[in-house]
């Protein structure tokens, strides 16, 4: 079990965890999931790390097939500017490699956007903190367990 796991196990949140065998020369993790899960990209989701102005670190939970938009994230989080955070400081603040970061059960809880479109769906797909490892949950429960936020943050 991965802490993205155990989160929801804890809470009780309704949700189910699926497993596909990961191709690490698969040009898009996400994209790779939709196809080796027979899921909509749409419904798929990706976490994205952004390092804010004042250099702490937020959260922007996007479908796959879409760009974040950057200023978009610094609006929604009230700062000046928001760039990608280095890898580095994704590692130690979350606790997952890149391609496995979960919005869920992460070593440090980080300020969370999700994308207003998970609206949309009655469940969408999160890493669940390892490649080739996903939750699906509703988007109302993942904003419970992560305390955070809808807004708009594709280009």
Not at 78 to 107: C, E, F, H, I, W
Request: proline residues 4%; aromatic residues 4%; glycine residues 6%.
């Amino acid at each position: 079990m991965t802490p993205a796991i155990n989160l929801a196990k804890k809470h009780k949140i309704a949700h189910s965890v699926h497993q596909y065998e990961h191709d690490d020369s698969a040009p898009s993790y996400g994209l790779e999931a939709a196809q080796k899960m027979a899921v909509a990209p749409q419904r798929i989701f990706k976490t994205l790390v952004v390092s804010l102005d004042d250099a702490s670190l937020a959260v922007a939970i996007i479908p796959v097939e879409t760009m974040l938009s950057l200023k978009a994230v610094a609006k929604a989080l009230g700062a000046k500017k928001a760039q990608m955070a280095d890898k580095n400081a994704v590692q130690r603040s979350t606790g997952y490699v890149l391609g496995g970061v979960s919005p869920l059960g992460q070593k440090k809880r980080l300020k969370t956007l999700l994308d207003q479109t998970a609206g949309e769906f009655e469940s969408i797909f999160v890493s669940a903190g390892k490649r080739g490892l996903e939750i699906e949950l509703s988007p109302a429960d993942l904003l419970k367990l992560t305390q955070g936020e809808n807004a708009q943050l594709c280009q």
